[in-house]
């Protein structure tokens, strides 16, 4: 059995969360694998409600948790999201980017992943006013450096594909910080002589993303060029309704969507699930590589044929072309499984 905690977040969080319920629910009624789901509140409606964005009992209840799925919140996302993945270490933020049928990518053949760097760099709001000037501070250790690196190869060693990771960074400019993380990463590279192993400027790199984005296989760069790129990467592909992401640590995980609260579409019941639902996907991968649980894996890759047969047949939600409801394409996931 395991324990799983649900930050319902903002916007359209709850009808996300609605929808995950209900995939779950039919999952732990129709396999042999079991959970309990413990729904939690933390964004802009905790923050009104308790004074805290990342509520103390939602802390601790989410600690006590096997892995935790996340919502999106609204603008007090830097109070939930950017605290857990420092509080937990969860140093690996994981976003595929996966051409899927009916979809307006840029080719049918891009299946990469990018593998950001999650506790440092300018994320850790270390700012201040000097006179008339305002001052960041960039932060990149060898440590971390090393082991996203470490972290990239070796889910590029597991991946179907062309084995390659691409080390992304702009060196040439911030020659100490990005040195650093460059110089890390390609001493990492030697420890995996047959994955593929080349650096690109970041400037570049966004570039091709749109000229030659089925060049890319693994993609592993710093917190801020990772933020921007996984972005990128995900309207390469169709948009962020199809985006998942996961931030891993050595001993927990968070799953989440990648895009936001979407407030003016909040209510309606036309917000697409597929992200959410293949973040879940991840979530099972996760628990079954920690776990040695085969049922996980078994689930998660039904899960994701699902969803894939489903935009193939032309049953989508508005947002990617479709005419179904929230509700309405949750009932055709939850009917095939």
């Not at 299946?111 to 709001?125: K, S």
Request: aromatic share 6%; proline share 3%.
């Amino acid at each position: 059995m395991y324990k799983i905690s649900l930050i319902t977040g903002d916007g359209i969080g709850p009808e996300l969360s609605d929808s995950a319920i209900s995939v779950l629910e039919k999952i732990h009624d129709k396999s042999d694998l079991k959970f309990d789901i413990t729904k939690l509140s933390a964004g802009d409606k905790a923050l009104e409600e308790t004074g805290k964005a990342l509520p103390d009992e939602t802390l601790e209840t989410i600690k006590k948790s096997d892995v935790c799925l996340k919502a999106p919140v609204g603008e007090s996302a830097a109070d939930v999201i950017v605290v857990l993945r420092r509080l937990l270490d969860l140093y690996a933020n994981i976003r595929p980017a996966k051409s899927y049928p009916h979809m307006p990518a840029l080719r049918d053949d891009i299946d990469m992943v990018i593998v950001r760097e999650n506790t440092e760099d300018l994320y850790t709001g270390k700012e201040f006013s000097l006179g008339n000037a305002s001052v960041a501070l960039r932060i990149i250790s060898e440590d971390a450096s090393r082991r996203i690196a470490k972290y990239a190869f070796e889910t590029a060693k597991m991946r179907d594909s062309m084995r390659k990771v691409t080390c992304v960074h702009k060196s040439n400019v911030m020659r100490v910080t990005d040195g650093m993380f460059a110089k890390s990463c390609a001493e990492v590279a030697k420890e995996y002589p047959d994955i593929t192993f080349e650096e690109m400027y970041v400037d570049a790199c966004a570039m091709n993303l749109i000229r030659q984005p089925h060049q890319f296989d693994v993609v592993v760069t710093t917190n801020l060029f990772g933020d921007i790129l996984s972005d990128e990467s995900s309207q390469v592909v169709g948009g962020l309704g199809m985006a998942p992401a996961a931030n891993i640590g050595d001993n927990f995980a968070l799953f989440e969507p990648v895009h936001g609260a979407a407030f003016d579409i909040a209510g309606q019941n036309i917000a697409n699930p597929s992200s959410f639902l293949l973040s879940i996907k991840m979530m099972f991968d996760w628990l079954g590589s920690k776990h040695h649980d085969t049922k996980c894996f078994d689930v998660g890759n039904k899960l994701e044929s699902v969803i894939f047969d489903l935009v193939k047949d032309g049953i989508k939600t508005k947002d990617i072309g479709g005419d179904k409801t929230t509700t309405e394409f949750t009932k055709e996931i939850t009917d095939l499984l």
